[in-house]
């Protein structure tokens, strides 16, 4: 049966000229006529963190200069509107507030079509056009320190300053705060949510994605990273609307789905304004290092794998749960992508 918030969600999702933009393009796709949904923008290429699971850092491209406003401004013209026609923009870094001018030419540009991702480590402006602001925060205060430096009680300050002026949501715009899940930080997920329940509308969880084999910052497929979903799942009943993962999608972080991953629906570029691949982990150049796919926990295209292009993911993971617990709790990738 449906719950009352799924109702009103479904209301606002048919009054919101987005879901229209996505049914086009995704009935255009079914056609045969395949294009991005959605983009990803390096604003800058700087940060004033160095935290220890970063990706960007990983990959960065320390000889050029980054774009100046008419570089995005060129950016946004003919990759995100003229080309691909994108649906929604992702304001990714380093750390997207070193650049507010060019945050505010997206706000602008692409009004009501981007969302800002940003370590909170500087005092977050409101940007009337931005609808999701995302605040990375990896753990409770000591596990979070311990991964992006000593830096929580001043983004817990920051967010909180934000979401008491402004709201944890309003007209327009949503507030949440998404967790990379390692190896170092999985068992403080109950916590985090106790902690963040309060101050933001929302929360995600994403699993890290390492870059070499023997990264001990991944969680591996098995046993402990089954137990710690099935905790998700738990506390996403228990704290019904705040947790936003879906159930499926949760589930599809238990195994290997990265080899059917459908890149192609986000066209990422990078500082530069050149595109990125396979996906904003990865980068233009292609001596960079690149992400596992195999072991990939993103939610990006992820999200659009869940929702939209293979029906529902549950029905496989009934299939890896009877397999996986017959014998061997760790899962083989070789035994996926047939
Ligand atoms: S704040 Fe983001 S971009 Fe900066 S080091 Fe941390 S993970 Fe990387
Ligand atoms: S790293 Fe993840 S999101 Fe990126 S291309 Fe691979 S599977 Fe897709």
Redesign the pocket.
């Known amino acids: 049966m449906l719950h009352q918030h799924d109702v009103k969600n479904i209301i606002n999702m048919l009054k919101d000229p987005t879901y229209w933009h996505i049914s086009y393009k995704a009935i255009r796709s079914m056609l045969g006529k395949r294009s991005p949904f959605y983009g990803s923008a390096d604003v800058t290429n700087y940060c004033n963190l160095h935290c220890s699971h970063c990706y960007w850092w990983a990959s960065r491209n320390s000889s050029m200069q980054e774009l100046s406003v008419e570089g995005w401004k060129r950016v946004i013209d003919e990759i995100f509107k003229k080309r691909y026609n994108v649906v929604h923009v992702y304001l990714l870094g380093g750390e997207p507030y070193l650049r507010p001018d060019v945050i505010e030419l997206f706000s602008k540009e692409m009004h009501g079509k981007c969302t800002v991702v940003t370590n909170a480590t500087l005092p977050i402006l409101f940007f009337k056009g931005i609808v999701l602001y995302i605040f990375s925060v990896d753990g409770p205060r000591e596990v979070h320190d311990m991964i992006r430096g000593k830096t929580y009680d001043r983004v817990r300050q920051n967010i909180t300053e934000f979401t008491s002026t402004y709201g944890r949501k309003g007209k327009g715009f949503y507030t949440t705060v998404n967790v990379t899940i390692n190896s170092l930080n999985y068992k403080h997920v109950a916590r985090m949510v106790d902690e963040w329940e309060d101050v933001v509308e929302g929360m995600v969880f994403q699993f890290y ?1 390492p870059f070499s084999e023997n990264d001990p910052l991944w969680l591996p497929f098995g046993r402990e990273r089954d137990t710690l979903i099935d905790e998700l799942i738990r506390l996403k009943r228990e704290h019904y609307g705040f947790i936003l993962n879906t159930e499926a999608q949760l589930n599809v972080s238990r195994r290997p789905w ?1 080899n059917r ?1 459908p ?1 192609w629906m986000c066209v990422a570029v990078d500082a530069f304004g050149r595109i990125k691949s ?2 904003s ?2 980068s233009a150049d292609p001596d960079m290092p690149s ?1 596992i ?1 195999e072991r ?1 926990g ?1 939610l ?3 999200l659009a794998y869940t929702y939209g292009l293979r029906g529902d993911p549950g029905k496989e993971y009934n299939v890896y749960a009877r397999d996986a617990y017959a014998g061997n709790s760790m899962y083989e990738p070789s035994q996926l992508h047939q």
């Open positions: 994605t990265g991953c890149n396979p996906c982990m990865g992400p796919c990939c993103c990006g295209n992820c």
